[in-house]
């Protein structure tokens, strides 16, 4: 059974272990979680939980919405859906409300989230290349990728060059971060480090990966 | 705006009651220093020259002189590590940060002490328990 919870970022803050240390903390409002369908092999191919976070009211939501929501969990409509992959049968039913909770006793988690968009990009800032120096006769090209190939050979750019483009606005995971304080009353979790996705950005939170494959290697 | 679930949490490390600590106070800094097993206490004092931040991340900087080199550090308030911190004058100040004070030198580093108000003494009693007694006596004959 693998514990995934959806949540939203609040914000970064830094607190004060008891021998003076500070560690620089996400909040994230993890749950409750309504579980709105569970998946089989024998009917969808595979195992899996689909949870739901954050209330839609239900004129904003569609009939599709609220229908799929009632009929499974007997639930309001809810705003982030999604999927926590399970490797076997589980515990949970239909309508079950997961909190925060569940992540006491677990030492790290993965979270993925949405980064935030940063429009087209030039190679410095995506990529961070280097640009081309600012003086020695250098003119309207300082922020330029510089070569982006060879010659006739061969003839063409290589798949995958790094080029200016897109940035963010991309589904990240950040892996293996470390669970410092969970407060099953406020619905909090606190997380050593960083979270992609801007303030009151959607998250999905599961026990860490690495975490799962530990124990069976050994 | 900091959102309610950050004060929420923030509110669970904070100190219940802050030394009353302003810009231009010359103050003790009491921190508590691990070595190992034990734990001892080591005094900074100096001149609060910037107060920094707020909630739980609001940090004070002090600045002294240690053999003829300025010496600055700054302190989260809020730190388990500040064991206590004692005021010892107060100085009247115009600014919010007294970073000129790094371009002086000797007597033009000093500042003007100021008059305390009688509910600042107190407060300034209560951070210290009984040793002000007598030092406030003492500051009032300084000054008539």
């Known amino acids: 059974m693998i514990v995934g919870l959806l949540g939203q970022k609040v914000g970064m803050t830094q607190i004060f272990e008891e021998d003076g240390t500070a560690v620089p903390v996400t909040v994230l409002r993890v749950g409750p979680c309504t579980v709105l369908q569970v998946k089989t092999p024998e009917r969808d191919g595979y195992y899996a939980i689909q949870l739901g976070f954050d209330d839609k009211p239900r004129g904003k939501a569609t009939k599709p919405e609220r229908g799929h929501a009632k009929k499974h969990a007997n639930a309001e409509p809810k705003r982030f859906i999604r999927e926590i992959r399970q490797d076997g049968p589980v515990d949970w039913k239909e309508g079950d409300v997961l909190t925060v909770s569940l992540f006491e006793g677990i030492s790290a988690v993965d979270v993925t989230g949405t980064s935030k968009g940063r429009g087209t990009a030039g190679t410095m800032k995506r990529w961070g290349f280097g640009g081309l120096p600012a003086s020695h006769g250098v003119k309207r090209k300082h922020r330029s990728p510089g070569s982006i190939g060879a010659t006739t050979d061969p003839g063409r750019v290589l798949k995958g060059k790094k080029m200016a483009g897109h940035m963010g606005n991309a589904r990240v995971t950040v892996r293996n971060l470390k669970v410092v304080r969970v407060y099953p009353e406020e619905n909090l979790l606190l997380v050593c480090g960083g979270v992609p996705g801007p303030n009151r950005g959607y998250v999905i939170v599961r026990q860490s990966k690495k975490l799962r494959s530990a124990p069976q290697a050994s | ?144």
């Open chain 2, 1 to 144: 705006m900091i959102p309610r679930e950050i004060q929420v949490v923030e509110e669970k490390f904070m100190k219940k009651e802050l030394p009353p600590i302003e810009v231009g106070d010359y103050v003790d800094v009491h921190v508590r220093i691990l070595e190992g097993e034990k734990e001892r206490i080591q005094v900074f004092s100096g001149v609060v020259i910037a107060k920094h931040g707020g909630g739980l991340r609001e940090t004070f900087t002090v600045r002294r002189i240690v053999q003829g080199e300025g010496v600055e550090r700054t302190f989260p308030i809020h730190s388990p590590r500040i064991a206590k911190v004692e005021i010892k004058r107060r100085a009247k100040v115009r600014r919010a940060k007294l970073y000129y004070l790094r371009d002086r030198v000797g007597k033009a580093a000093r500042l003007k002490e100021r008059r305390h108000r009688r509910e600042e003494l107190l407060a300034m009693q209560g951070n210290e328990q009984s040793s002000e007694a007598p030092a406030e006596s003492t500051s009032q004959e300084e000054t008539s």
